[in-house]
């Protein structure tokens, strides 16, 4: 899959649930996901030299995706940039 213009702001979802089937209901993955501060698109965007800076995560906290709480850590040096 290609992306023929990049995104100004790039949102990635990362699903941390499995449906299981023999309990009928989802599971919270457990494992780390370990992030760069900096992406280079470059296999997946037409234009090579597409960089991303991250700049806020959001994480859950809970169980499964009916009990949980969400916080989030922000740069709050790069707020400025995103005034629309």
């Known amino acids: 899959m ?3 213009k990049p995104p100004r702001i790039l949102v990635i979802h990362l699903k ?3 449906f299981m089937e ?3 209901r ?3 993955l457990s494992y780390r996901v370990v992030f760069p501060l900096e992406l280079k698109l470059s296999n997946t965007m037409e234009a090579a030299d597409s960089e ?3 700049f806020a995560v959001v994480v859950h906290v809970g169980s499964g ?3 949980w709480a969400l916080y ?3 740069v709050l040096d790069l707020l400025p940039l995103l005034s629309v």
């Open 16 to 18: 941390r649930f499995k």
């Open 52 to 54: 991303y800076s991250l």
């Open 2 to 4: 290609k992306i023929k």
């Open 65 to 67: 995706p009916k009990s």
């Open 72 to 74: 989030s850590l922000c």
């Open 22 to 24: 023999q309990l009928n």
């Open 26 to 28: 989802h599971k919270k």
